[in-house]
């Protein structure tokens, strides 16, 4: 299956460039796949915080509020 992108130009700080280009150099791929990985963790996050905050406010699975809340890694997604 072949996936389309769109090529974009963004500004980022050095120091965040520079932590991108140690995970290439540690064999993470091309500096699109380190951002593109990072995006989509971000992006998981935010659903997952939406997600949480519906179930908060209709009262349904208070336990999963606060695991989604927390700042939890996903290594099985990875």
């Known amino acids: 299956m072949m996936t389309v992108s769109t090529q974009i130009a963004v500004r ?3 120091d965040l460039v520079a932590w991108i280009d140690e995970q290439v150099a540690a064999g ?3 500096r699109a796949a380190v951002t593109t990985k990072a995006l ?3 992006q998981r996050q935010v659903i997952a915080a939406r997600d949480a905050e519906i179930y908060r406010q209709t009262g349904g699975y ?3 509020y606060e695991w989604a809340g927390s700042d939890r ?3 099985e997604l990875d």
């Open 12 to 14: 980022l700080p050095d």
């Open 73 to 75: 890694v996903y290594p």
């Open 28 to 30: 993470g791929g091309s």
């Open 62 to 64: 208070p336990d999963l």
């Open 40 to 42: 989509i963790r971000y």
